[in-house]
Every structure is written in structure tokens, then in C-alpha cells.
């Protein structure tokens, strides 16, 4: 579409949306059409937010205080807690980055997909990075940290795993080595004792057992708009409820 | 700036990148630069993400698969349980969108801004729409959901916060009515009932007591940057291993 088309239709429909009281204006421009930027710019949009392949522009028309709908604040991440019968943990060492250059031996860690459930995301970062196949237990913690990456937060949370197998086949372009470690010569490399918050996670997955149940389990359930969805929860904690009702 | 100098500098730029063996390139165009979005694309940028004053542009020079950071994929809501001595749950109507017109009792419930703690965001939302002043206990759920908006996630923390006055003045803009409610009179409301992921999150809130400590606690710990984060657990977990060493 030309600018020289584009421009007056824009006006024309601003002018029409206010007359009918329209509040936010929604433009959806794939990069294909990245000339018109700056004309939706000049007539009084912002930017909402940007994927790969499109920018959304956003005009509110009344005077009022906005109500749109916030931007994604968020990156999601898990950290894979998995322990044999031995008491030995899956750790990896990384090729790059901080934890790479430190020799650390860590427990698998990566990016939710977008899309992709937490517990989901848990079972494939373990398999992609180890080959080992596990079943999700429960999110034993998560931490929260802002500033992340150009003022964005992360969640991270640290998945408890059972293994469904026991030979490592490690994936190479990331990962240097893995393998099956006493989870006490885990807690016991300086980094993590060095770390406030690697400190509390290993003592919460060294201190976690299958009975005590103490994380949150994914639960499905539907939401209002009829999604399948996940609420995660202390499930010992509804089992109590329920014993309590009688139920 | 002007494209006639821009563009020339910028060809220049990249060609010097790739006989540096620079991977990732990143421009920052604030939205009064929207004119320079184009020429930027044509020379092999793609999006990344966007804020309301800035579009952040990406180009990955070599032939290797890209390893830049995801985009933020996850909005962060909250929902605020609070009780008071008489089993009584601080519960709101809303002006508008689907509940208001449902007539629906519901807990207050907001979007945490970006940079703020989830345990912060409750306590200025039970604030901001009634006016009580609360402490914060634990999260005792949480929902995650997809394609909420443009394709993007929403992770719903619910929490237990404790009522520190009992006078509510509600706020009037978004609010149209506050008080509190016997439990069994919330949960009994036929909305609540009818959906599968609110009748847990009730059932879970209605069995929690003091004493069971079943949910995740904050506490801060510093990142391995350095930056003050919290990290979220039960904290009975902790307390039991610390018993079992002797802690």
C-alpha cells in the first residue's frame, strides 16, 4: 500500500472513529509495510508492541486515562531438578556464557517457548540438553528478577523431575559435559555456596523428597473463556480441604 | 537524523560488523526517529520488540542460528485473597468488562507494572481499589495461561495478603462495590461454581489457614549480578531440611 493512499484513508477513518466514540485504535503493520511507520506515527499513534515480523501501533482517542492492555513484561525459564534413586543430580556444564567460562556444573535451564507451558517446557530443555526422558513432580521454587534485558523481568522457576531413564546422551553445540552428580558435591562447588539464591534452591531440591509435597503441581483446568490452562498449586493442600469436607 | 546520512553510515557499519565477526546487532530507534524504521529493515534488520516510545531492531550477520534473547512473552496478574478474623473475604464488583456485567463478588485483582515485585503489586492493587492496608503472606496458586493477547501468555499469581485495617473506601472510577463477604457466600456464587479454575483457587483459599503454610513466601536473595530479587518457596521445606541438619 502507498503512502499517498494509506495517509488520507488513515485520516479519514481517525476522524469517522471519533465521531462514533471509538476509544483504542489498533494497527497491525507486518514489517512488509514498514514505510508506513512513521505516517501512522504522525497521526497520533504510539507503539504497543513488536514481533519479528510486525509492529502494533496504538491510538486512544478520548481524553479519558487509557485502559489498553498492558505489553508482555516477562520471560519465562525453568531450571530441571532431577534426581535418581542414588541421590545423584543431572548436571550439565555450559559451553558459553558466565556459568561456562566458571566450569559450574548447573541443572539444565532455558527459555519457555512462547506458547509453551511451564511444565512442558521443563520435560523438553531436560531432554533436549541430556537425552534424558523424565515426568514433571512439581515447581519446587521461583524467583522473580527485573531488569533483565532492556527493562523487561524474568520468572524463573525450578522444576522438580522424575527421570524415566538413566543414560545421558548430551547435546553438543551448548554442552560441554553432563552427567549424574552426589547432589551434596552439587551444593558444595563454590559458586552455588557463593550465591544467595542458588544457596536456597539447592537446599530446597536437597531437602525435597516425593512424600513431602511441599511445591506447587500443575493442575488443568478451563478457564472462563473455556482455554485449557494450568493452575499449579500445593495439592496436599486441597487433599486436606477435602478430608476436612469429607469429600 | 537525516536517512541521506543515516542509511550510507549504517551500510558502512554493517559491513565493518562482518569483518569484525560481530554476531548480533541492536538499534534503538525512539519512535521520533519512526522515519528511520524503514531503511533500517531494508538493510536486513527484523524486529525485536517494542515499547510505547521506542522499536528495538535486530540483525543476526552470520549464518549461524541465532542465539539473541527472546522477546517478553508473559503478562503478570494478580489476584488478592484477604480475610478477615471473621472469615470474611474482601471481595469487589467491577464497573465494566465481563464480571461487572455478571454482577460478579470477586477478589481484587490487577496487572503488576513493569519492574514490580508480584508481592508489591498485590498489596497496591487491594489498596488502590478498596483502601485496606495489608501485609503480604504467600501465593497459594498460580494459572498460566496463552493467547490472552496478540498471540502473548498471562502467569496469574494468587495471594494471601493480611487485612491491617477493616474500612473499606472503594475506588470509584473502576470499582462499582466493595465489602466483605463470608466465604461459603463467595464461594457459593453460581460463577465461581460453574468454572473449573476459580472454584480450585477458591477451594484452595477457602482451606488455607495460618497454621498450614502450604503456599510460596517471598525472600529476598541477591541474583548473580548483584540485584536484589526475591525468591518465592515454601518456606516449611526450608525449615524442615534446616531441622533435619541440625540448622
Chains 1, 2 share one sequence.
Not at 500500500?1 to 481517525?14: E, F, G, Q, T
Not at 522457576?157 to 552426589?182: G, H, T, Y
Not at 551444593?187 to 512424600?211: D, L, N, R
Request: hydrophobic share 35%.
Amino acid at each position: 500500500m502507498d503512502c499517498d493512499v494509506y495517509v488520507p484513508r488513515l485520516k479519514a477513518s481517525i476522524s469517522q472513529w471519533r465521531q462514533q466514540g471509538v476509544k483504542g485504535v489498533w494497527i497491525k503493520l507486518p514489517i512488509r509495510l514498514a514505510h508506513l511507520v512513521e505516517p501512522t506515527v504522525k497521526e497520533g499513534f504510539r507503539y504497543h508492541h513488536a514481533e519479528s515480523d510486525y509492529l502494533m501501533l496504538v491510538y486512544w482517542i478520548p481524553e479519558t486515562p487509557d485502559t489498553l492492555p498492558a505489553n508482555a513484561s516477562h520471560t519465562v525459564g525453568i531450571g530441571a531438578f532431577v534426581m535418581n534413586n542414588n541421590r545423584e543430580v543431572l548436571v550439565v556444564q555450559e559451553k558459553s556464557g558466565a556459568f561456562g567460562a566458571k566450569g559450574v556444573w548447573k541443572f539444565p535451564t532455558g527459555v519457555a517457548n512462547q506458547g509453551e507451558d511451564i511444565w512442558t517446557a521443563a520435560i523438553r530443555e531436560v531432554k533436549e540438553e541430556t537425552d534424558i526422558d523424565t515426568e514433571f513432580v512439581e515447581i519446587l521454587a521461583f524467583r522473580q528478577t527485573h531488569k533483565t534485558f532492556c527493562g523487561k523481568s524474568d520468572l524463573f522457576f525450578v522444576c522438580m523431575l522424575r527421570p524415566l531413564c538413566f543414560d545421558i546422551n548430551k547435546q553438543d553445540s551448548e554442552i560441554k559435559a553432563a552427567q549424574w552428580m552426589p547432589i551434596e558435591e552439587y551444593m558444595a562447588q563454590p559458586y552455588i555456596q557463593k550465591h544467595e539464591s542458588f544457596k536456597y534452591v539447592a537446599e530446597i531440591c536437597s531437602g525435597q523428597s516425593k512424600s513431602s509435597c511441599s511445591g506447587f503441581c500443575p493442575v488443568p483446568a478451563l478457564s472462563t473463556s473455556g482455554k485449557k490452562s494450568y493452575t499449579y498449586f500445593n495439592k496436599l493442600q486441597l487433599q486436606n480441604k477435602k478430608n476436612e469436607l469429607g469429600g
